[in-house]
């Protein structure tokens, strides 16, 4: 079995126009609601093998709480340039090569790429991951190589609105 979690960046902050949109920081809505759904996914007892995330400051960001939220190593998250703006396709190839000794992986990239990534493998439409948002997507596999070609099961489809609004359980 191989479980991926795709997690959307928290919100970012939009403040200073003479940023670019890679150096764009979390702001004080996603430095809240980043932390809020490490803690519930730490309830539900997922706690990835690995985290691979966007260099993007505002996803190492979410990356980084998310980890320690975990009880993850920081510093053992492995940032990839091509996560930053990748086509699903991209995002795909990505899970294709992930180490088969890491069975729980998490991903925190950008949408569309990881909306698009979360519909393409998984068994439920979803139109939009919001920011923060997970989508989990489980593979009844022993090897990455074949998940990746392979609808999953989506598990999980979660957000910090609908846990702030008490539609989490």
């Known amino acids: ?55 993007a400051k505002r996803a190492k960001k979410t990356a980084k709480i998310v980890a320690e939220e975990l009880g993850y190593d920081t510093d053992a998250i492995d940032y990839k340039d091509g996560i930053y703006e990748a086509s699903p396709q991209s995002l795909l190839y990505l899970v294709c090569q992930l180490p088969d000794d890491a069975k729980r992986v998490m ?18 439409t979803i139109d939009n ?3 923060a948002g997970v989508a989990g997507i489980a593979f009844d596999t022993q090897r990455w190589g074949q998940a990746c070609r ?20």
């Not at 990239?109 to 068994?123: C, F, K, Q």
């Not at 979660?158 to 359980?169: A, D, F, I, M, T």
Request: glycine fraction near 8%.
């Open 107 to 124: 991903i925190v990239g950008h949408n569309p790429g990881i909306t698009e990534l979360a519909n393409v493998l998984g068994d439920i």
């Open 1 to 55: 079995m191989r479980e991926l979690f795709l997690m959307r960046h928290a919100k970012s902050s939009w403040d200073d126009p003479t940023l670019s949109d890679f150096d764009r920081p979390l702001n004080a809505r996603g430095k809240e609601d980043a932390p809020l759904m490490g803690k519930y996914l730490k309830k539900l007892g997922i706690k990835p093998d690995l985290i691979i995330s966007s260099p």
């Open 129 to 131: 991951i919001p920011t």
């Open 150 to 169: 392979m609808k999953g099961h989506t598990v999980l489809f979660e957000y910090p609105k609908k846990l702030k609004n008490g539609e989490l359980h």
